[in-house]
Structure formats: C-alpha cells, structure tokens
C-alpha cells in the first residue's frame, strides 16, 4: 500500500504552470540549507505568519521526498497527473522571521535569476501552511493588519494639508500608496520608525540592492529618490513624526535609496535642525558604514544610532556580495568602533541565508568580531537573493564547511554573548543597552 501521509512530517506543497498551488500527497516538504536537504517535521516548523506570501518558482524543479522510496527526489511532474509540470514553492515570511531552511529546487536550463525575495521552506499539515523559520521579533511595527488603507490614505491627505511643498513628504506618498512601503505607512499613520530617504547614488554594488539593478536580468523591487531632499525638509518631516510619536523613530538609508552617507551634506545639518528644535525621538542612520569619518561627524551632530548592513565579517565574503567601490572591510569596522566610542548604539543588520551563515566558518568569525567589536544588537534579516546563485557566490568567495543550522547559531551566540539584544527592527533610544558586550 502506498503510502500518501507521514504525521511526523509536513506534505510537500507545489504549484502549476499557472500558478495554482496544492499539496502534493505522498511527497513530504522538503528544505535545504547549502547542500544539505532534508524532509520538514512539524517540530521545525512555525504556523505560517500573518502577512507572508506564497510563491512558486519559475525554472525550477521542486526536490520532495517520497514517503513511498524514503528518498529524496526531483520531481518536474504532478505525478498524479503525467505531463503536467509542477514547480518548487516557497514562503516569503513576513518581518520578524528568521528562516531556517530554502524551499529545496533544482534549475532548469537556462534558469533565470529569482527576483529579490528571500525563499523559505514551505509544507502543508491540517490544512495549514507551515514555514520553516523562527520568531526574532514580536513587534507588530509592520503588520498589515494594523495598516488599513483608508487611514493611510486619511494621512496622506492630512499630510498634504500641513506640508504641501515639501518633496519628501511626496516621495513617501509613492512609498506607502504605489509600492505599500510598510515604514511609509507608518509615517502616514503617526506610527513607530519615520523613513527619510535621501540618497541617490551609493559607493556598493550589492548582488541584492532593491533601488538599482544594472546587467543583473533581476527586477528592482524599490523606486530609489531620484533627489536629495534639502536639509529643512528632512527636518520638517522628521520634527513632525518626533512630534505626534511616543518614542519616535525616524531613520535614514531606506531601501529606496543609495548610501545615505553620499548625502552627508544634507543628513549633517538636517540632524542639527532637528536636534535644535527637540532631544525628543531616536535618530537613527540605516548605512554600509562604508565612511568612518563621516559617521564620526553625524554622531557628533546628534545621532542617536547606526544600523550597519552585513551579510559577513569575513572580508572576502562582504566584498563578494556589497563589491564596494572606494572603500573596503576596515572602513566598515573602524566606522562601528567609531560609533562605539562615541556612545552610539550599534547594530547590525544581519542579512542571512541558511547554508551560509549558519556555516561554522561565519559562525567562528562572527564570535570573533564581538570580541573585538562589541555591538549592541542583531537585527536578523533573511537575505532577499536568489539562494542557490549567492551559495556559489560566497563559495567561491571562501571556504565553507557543513552548516551547523539557524537555530543552533543563533543559540550559540546568545549563549556567548547573553546582553546582545535580537531583533528585527530599530529600537527607540528608550530601549537601548548600552552596556558593553561580555563573552559568558
């Protein structure tokens, strides 16, 4: 008797040509983390979180397990229906979700590149879908349902009435009602973290930039400010969010910019207007950090933080994935000492991939950074890359051994540094730890 379902593992999930998905009985789900894959159990799993999007992968081959064989399979057809082909799908988790595993695949000749998601692993139980991910934050800063549309759109209109002329106050108008920006929404809805985009070019070419794609065949998911606002209307936006928000949060570098420290010469001033008017709200800057000096300045104007993005501390793996243009790694480092010095909060924004940084390679290099530099916070962000081609690319970058799993580094590094503070997003100054960072 052939056996269709296993209550110790989750059905595997596929979709049509036409996008249709369905279970797929008598195939268990299956994730993959490098070159390691394995069927998904229920004990790996989370309920899929509200606000997540299911994909199917063009191109692609989905890879099951067959409960039947017990093996591992590559399966291009329904084979509950010869000849009609099936693709790999995968969970797009909504903020505050690490995941653990990639909904497992294999390419089809002539592949074309994903689009800017990140792909976890996906399998169906009791008529639920489940993800292959963990909780890192319980925020509800960008969850959709505390966004209704018609009180974004309440707040546009207010918006217009207070500061008709001011340009940024219009570019976050695109962000919220043409590309559903959750961060643009807030500002609209008097709500958490304020986004002030000011950037136009950027001194990076990330594999994954959102704003700007040349050559790549991938798609920008993000319209990047095609001006830099003046100092007084960074200033005008940022005042009033500071104004109308208990523990407002107002950032620069979004992802519909370039290098928010290209735009130092209006970001410096912009944070003494700011700071001249109130003490109130946490300035923050989103940035590559890519600047020591300049970071030195706008600290010194009054900069309450700095998130810096990483995919590695290994030089060679950040520089196969940010491949920075007049800069290199020990900028990167000397601006996060910088800032430490300075009394900053210093976090990171870790943009991770199971099957790399779970590698014990970049688990061993990360517990060394800490030692030396000993920021405040991780803020834990799946890296939006098709997996697969960034896997060869940091392989070929350095060397990479078997992964040790998400779950067990995270763990690991809590267990070392138990003060490091795990997140999703930017914290209000209220929040900040600013003691230093001991190994246990």
């Not at 291009?76 to 799908?89: L, Q, R, S």
């Not at 109308?244 to 735009?263: D, I, M, T």
Request: charged share 25%; aromatic share 8%; hydrophobic share 35%.
């Amino acid at each position: 008797m052939t056996r269709t379902d296993d209550p110790n593992l989750l059905t595997a999930v596929v979709a049509d040509s036409g996008g249709r998905i369905f279970d797929l009985p008598g195939y268990a789900a299956v994730g993959m983390s490098g070159e390691d894959l394995a069927p998904l159990a229920p004990e790996q799993t989370i309920g899929m979180p509200y606000g997540s999007e299911l994909m199917y992968l063009p191109d692609r081959v989905p890879v099951l397990f067959n409960l039947a064989s017990g093996d591992l399979e590559e399966v291009p057809d329904n084979p509950h229906a010869p000849e009609e082909p099936i693709y790999p799908v995968a969970l797009f988790n909504s903020p505050g979700h690490v995941i653990t595993r990639v909904s497992a695949y294999r390419e089809r000749p002539r592949a074309r590149s994903l689009p800017l998601f990140s792909y976890g692993a996906v399998g169906w139980q009791r008529g639920k879908f489940r993800s292959a991910a963990l909780v890192v934050d319980r925020e509800p800063r960008q969850d959709l349902r505390r966004m209704p549309p018609a009180s974004v759109r309440a707040g546009v209109k207010e918006l217009r009435r207070r500061m008709p002329e001011n340009r940024l106050r219009l570019h976050l108008e695109t962000c919220a009602l043409t590309h559903g920006c959750p961060a643009g929404k807030n500002f609209f809805l008097g709500r958490y973290e304020a986004p002030l985009p000011t950037a136009v070019t950027c001194n990076a070419r990330c594999l994954g930039c959102l704003s700007l794609q040349k050559g790549s065949g991938i798609s920008c998911t993000q319209e990047r400010i095609a001006f830099t606002p003046s100092p007084e209307e960074i200033a005008e936006v940022a005042l009033f969010h500071i104004g109308r928000v208990k523990r407002a949060v107002v950032s620069f570098g979004q992802g519909c910019e370039g290098e928010p420290l290209s735009a130092a010469r209006s970001i410096e001033p912009a944070i003494r207007l700011i700071r001249s008017e109130t003490r109130h709200g946490t300035v923050n800057l989103n940035t590559n950090a890519s600047l020591p000096d300049v970071i030195g300045r706008l600290c010194e104007a009054g900069l309450d933080s700095i998130r810096v993005s990483l995919n590695s501390v290994r030089p060679e793996c950040y520089e196969a994935y940010f491949r920075p243009k007049r800069y290199a790694f020990e900028d990167v480092l000397r601006s996060i000492d910088t800032a430490l010095e300075k009394g900053k909060f210093v976090s990171i924004n870790y943009l991770n991939s199971p099957g790399f940084t779970d590698t014990p390679e970049e688990a061993e290099a990360f517990l060394t950074f800490m030692e030396d530099h000993p920021i405040h916070m991780i803020q834990w962000r799946n890296l939006n890359y098709d997996p697969i081609r960034y896997w060869k690319a940091m392989d070929a970058a350095a060397p990479l051994g078997e992964p040790i799993g998400m779950a067990a580094l995270i763990r690991g590094i809590r267990d070392s540094y138990p003060n490091l503070k795990f997140g999703y997003f930017n914290p209000p100054k209220e929040k900040f730890r600013l003691s230093t960072q001991l190994s246990a």
